[in-house]
RNA sequence: GCCGAAGUGGUGGAAUUGGUAGACACGCUAGACUUAGGAUCUAGUGCCGCAAGGCGUGGAGGUUCAAGUCCUCUCUUCGGUACCA
């Protein structure tokens, strides 16, 4: 058993046992106690639920973790989070649902089997062996029946099925996109597998290759989701503003340019139709369909083309957009600016976005800077039109755009009409002809979520020579992914090439060379509803059994990282929208509350030789500076940075439960910082924690030797039944300290201060002399070491489940109800009276709790420092306050 | 650029609706117990000042009897996001 016991703490219990004048028991042992309640829990089913209609329920998910190998510290502080609210919520009375699984499906898994010689299913269900093994030793209250991975066929089957409702129902729909493709490893890449335009494996160029895809049309419900980020109110305001900016919403109008000559129309989106006279040319995105039928037989058609091309080696680059200079090239066509009459010219410019609004622009350079910079660079007309009050423009001399408001000028009938009038003003009238109308623009698109990969759910189509696209047949699925395929060297997915997996006989005509759609799903897609899963995880006829869904769901308290503010939730809300649209559940919101965790950092350690160092690798010196363990060269600290394996600023869980137990582990996470904050990691931070176990620990066990328990109980009645002042204060620290811990969970997941607070209780303990022969003061002491216990249990429930157990309690403390506080034992009998003059503090003092304000007043005035602070000065006002204390402030 | 959050001792962080700024902890200092201390206990610890007192919540103004908290301007840091028309 020795090494399951810190290192510190066996090196001090063996000279104390040397000195034989401790015992063990001295300190608390984690490596002892834990395991033993964890068996416990387990043994009796501690952590099982079922649906009760009796009780109410509440329902509370972390976001579950990509299963990468190891749990790291901020699922450690995720999950520590949750398990508080829970194990207080269950001594709340709540039914509670608290379940944890694996987001199973993922790229990593091909990385590493490629990377290991080995399959990303048995990379997988090891990892995932690895990672259950450690949330166990944390302590975590899960009910583990509820287990689920989304790798497996009973999970992927039921988001199949989906798909196939929403190809029916059109909601699903396949068109022609994009991808990275790397030539020479002949896969496709993700954004993050393109190393500066370079694939990751090979390092030669990536260039973007059409593919046909499929896509869920979210964007039918953008309004719908935009809406709703304002009936949030349990959702941080930053993360619905970040949605929110995501969907993109923008009011303005689609105008109608007719290309002049010819029988073509050009919409374009504005959000300034009141600039419209302004307007001196147009530009095309350069993949605009019409860009080609624009400029042939234009002796411009090979200007065109060398741009084109150009681009297209540039284009999507991603952040590399920036990098590009604007440019672009005549089309050698005008088109007929609606409002004026006038031809403009037309060109294709790479500014110009497909993917947003119509993929073409009204260019007013005097009102937007890109329009400017483009203007002056090709020698274009500028024009102004709306004037701002001063100084006034001139075309000839002004040096940016201007984008406020103004009076409108050289707009024909709309001259000196305000400009943001005007923009409902112009709209109208150029609808009236035909020309326009009022229009909505998003930003947020489809959501594409074909993978060209294996290690993913497979969608379920098959294509035939005949009927083209055929969804398989119901009774067909779940479609397995094969899991006896081996990982191409190069990173593609194998499922092309597998003759079994992919011959398929077609469903609709039955023609035997039908093919299989090798794509898998994009991962987001089983991550937006295994939250629903877990409340019937077995249930084999449907995605969830209704009833156990209208029981749970929706998920009252959802906790994760601020990283997957935009995807995940958007998805998740949106696939909400899909099965509500379906009548398969009847709310729209699957997170009634969200709390997005802040990171955990760290300082980085920088050798000049060796780069990043692990903490191990640096040595403090005695002039608390630090050395590389290999070269002796100085160390540089760095800033506090989030944790990363490439900083090597990481603490690893293992480590920490080893050296110090799951709950000092649990108990620095929450007490360091509030959870929305960044959490700085501190050894000495865990340190404290350590000790602060252990002195309640000793305190604990003094309690039990000096106190008789045959002779003494914990006292329950109100404040006012006891003698002594230090029992009655200590009895009201007590109960205080209850309201204090139960709001700080409740109501605002501050657990530091939650903690604050039992300390200050413990600290009052410390000043009680248990060996006085008053049994009054032992019952107050009594009653508040177990309510120190019961308050502290959900924070860290091994230790308390212990000392509550020592202290000859039966059963486990999970088991007993929250402590209430006596509302007629939470005020102190004397009360401070804090006096300033003219604002500044200048006395306290304390009164009995009852006296009457004049003579609060009074003793004010008499005090001696405050008669000198007010010397003769005429006393103007005396203001009182009375709250927590009295204040009085003295105006003179 | 835009959107969001945050700036409080040597450090992490506390301060209902404006009402004692610095709870609690780390660190540090001193003492006690010790052969020993990286254990434990006790006391102290915002800054300046011998003191009286003064100054203090990124900075500058303002409202108020009273401002970390409200208003205006501004600086810095972090996060998100962008040729969005």
């Known amino acids: 058993m020795w090494h399951l016991i810190g290192f510190d703490n066996l090196k001090i219990c063996v000279k104390m046992l040397v000195k034989g004048k401790y015992r063990m028991e001295e300190w608390y042992n984690p490596a002892d106690v834990e395991p033993r309640w964890q068996a416990y829990w387990q043994d009796h089913h501690l952590f099982k639920v079922t649906e009760d209609p009796e009780k109410e329920k509440y329902y509370l998910l972390e976001m579950f973790p990509y299963p990468s190998g190891k749990i790291h510290i901020g699922h450690v502080r995720n999950y520590t989070i949750g398990d508080v609210v829970v194990r207080y919520k269950r001594m709340k009375g709540f039914n509670v649902l608290h379940p944890m699984g694996w987001d199973a499906f993922g790229m990593p898994a091909e990385n590493a089997a490629i990377d290991n010689n080995t399959h990303p299913a048995a990379w997988t269900y090891d990892n995932i062996r690895a990672m259950r093994a450690q949330l166990k030793k944390m302590g975590f209250s899960y009910d583990w029946d509820r287990e689920i991975a989304t790798?497996?066929?009973?999970?992927?089957?039921?988001?199949?099925?989906?798909?196939?409702?929403?190809?029916?129902?059109?909601?699903?729909?396949?068109?022609?996109?994009?991808?990275?493709?790397?030539?020479?490893?002949?896969?496709?890449?993700?954004?993050?597998?393109?190393?500066?335009?370079?694939?990751?494996?090979?390092?030669?160029?990536?260039?973007?290759?059409k593919l046909w895809q499929w896509f869920f049309r979210i964007t039918d419900f953008a309004e719908d989701l935009l809406v709703y980020?304002?009936?949030?109110?349990?959702?941080?305001d930053k993360v619905t503003v970040m949605q929110k900016n995501w969907i993109g919403k923008s009011v303005g109008s689609e105008l109608t340019f007719q290309v002049a000559g010819m029988e073509a129309q050009i919409p374009v989106f504005t959000t300034r139709p009141d600039t419209i006279f302004g307007a001196t040319f147009m530009c095309l995105a350069p993949e605009h369909p019409l860009v080609e039928t624009l400029c042939k037989g234009t002796?411009?058609?090979?200007?065109?083309?060398a741009f084109l091309e150009k681009v297209a080696a540039q284009e999507r680059s991603l952040e590399g957009l920036e990098k590009y200079e604007k440019e672009g090239v005549f089309t050698g066509r005008h088109c007929i600016n609606p409002a004026t009459g006038e031809e403009i010219p037309i060109y294709t410019a790479n500014f110009v976005l497909m993917g947003y609004g119509t993929g073409a622009i009204m260019s007013v350079p005097a009102g937007d800077q890109r329009d400017f910079d483009f203007a002056k660079k090709y020698g274009l007309e500028i024009r102004v039109v709306v004037q701002p009050a001063s100084p006034p423009l001139d075309p000839d001399t002004m040096e940016t755009a201007y984008t406020g408001p103004g009076i409108m000028v050289n707009s024909g009938q709309f001259d000196g009409m305000d400009s943001e009038k005007a923009i409902e003003t112009i709209t109208d009238w150029l609808a009236e002809q035909g020309r326009g109308k009022k229009a909505v623009s998003y930003r947020l698109r489809d959501w594409g979520i074909s993978r060209q990969r294996y290690w993913g759910a497979p969608i379920p189509v098959i294509h035939c020579p005949d009927c083209k696209v055929v969804p398989v047949s119901q009774k067909d699925l779940p479609i397995a992914l094969p899991e006896d395929a081996n990982l191409l060297e190069k990173g593609g997915s194998p499922l092309p090439t597998l003759d079994y997996f992919k011959q398929a006989v077609c469903p609709r005509c039955g023609r035997k060379d039908a093919r299989r759609d090798t794509d898998t799903m994009d991962t987001f897609v089983e991550s937006s509803w295994y939250y629903l899963r877990y409340c019937s995880p077995r249930f084999d006829q449907g995605m969830f059994d209704p009833a156990a869904v209208k029981y749970w769901a929706p998920v009252d308290q959802y906790i994760g990282g601020v990283e997957h503010a935009v995807l995940h939730l958007l998805y998740s809300r949106y696939f909400m929208r899909v099965l509500h649209h379906f009548g398969m559940i009847d709310f729209k919101e699957p997170f009634t509350r969200l709390l997005t965790q802040g990171m955990v950092c760290k300082e980085t350690m920088t050798c000049p030789e060796h780069g990043y160092l692990y903490p191990e690798e640096a040595?403090?010196?005695?002039?608390?500076?630090?050395?590389?363990?290999?070269?002796?060269k100085d160390v540089e600290i760095g800033r506090v940075i989030k944790m990363s394996k490439s900083k090597k600023n990481v603490v690893d869980p293992n480590e920490l439960l080893e050296k110090y137990g799951a709950d000092v582990t649990r108990l620095f996470c929450l007490f360091a910082a509030p959870p929305e904050r960044d959490l700085e990691w501190s050894e000495d931070g865990v340190e404290g924690s350590n000790r602060f176990i252990n002195r309640v620990w000793r305190l604990a066990l003094a309690c039990m030797q000096k106190i008789d328990t045959s002779q003494v109980t914990a006292f329950k009645g109100p404040a006012g039944d006891l003698k002594s002042q230090s029992a009655r204060s200590l009895y009201i620290k007590t109960q205080q300290t209850i309201k204090k811990v139960t709001a700080d969970i409740d109501?605002?997941?501050?657990?530091?201060?939650a903690i604050a607070a039992v300390m200050e209780l413990v600290n009052a303990v410390y000043t009680i002399d248990l060996d006085t022969s008053d049994n009054e003061i032992k019952a107050v002491v009594l009653s508040a070491m177990e309510n120190m216990l019961l308050l502290l249990s959900p924070i860290v429930p091994h230790f308390c489940e212990e000392l509550f157990e020592k202290m000859g309690h039966q059963g486990s403390i999970l088991e007993q109800s929250w402590p209430t506080f006596r509302t007629d034992s939470i005020e102190t009998d004397e009360v401070l009276v804090v006096v300033q003059v003219n604002g500044k503090l200048r006395a306290r003092f304390s009164v009995a709790a009852d006296t009457a304000e004049p003579a609060i007043k009074d003793a004010a005035l008499a005090d001696d420092k405050v008669v000198k602070h007010i010397q003769d000065a005429p006393v103007k006002k005396i203001i009182l306050v009375r709250k927590k204390q009295i204040l009085v402030n003295i105006v003179v």
Not at 229 to 236: E, S
């Open 747 to 753: 109501e605002s997941f501050h657990f530091n201060t």
């Open 151 to 209: 790798c497996r066929p009973e999970y992927y089957k039921w988001e199949q099925w989906l798909f196939l409702k929403m190809l029916e129902n059109g909601m699903a729909y396949r068109k022609e996109s994009f991808v990275n493709w790397c030539e020479k490893c002949q896969t496709v890449l993700a954004n993050e597998q393109v190393e500066q335009d370079k694939c990751w494996r090979c390092s030669r160029p990536v260039h973007q290759k």
């Open 229 to 236: 980020c304002d009936k949030l109110p349990g959702w941080p």
């Open 619 to 632: 040595r403090k010196e005695a002039n608390e500076t630090f050395v590389c363990t290999r070269c002796g």
């Open 299 to 305: 002796k411009q058609e090979k200007d065109v083309a």
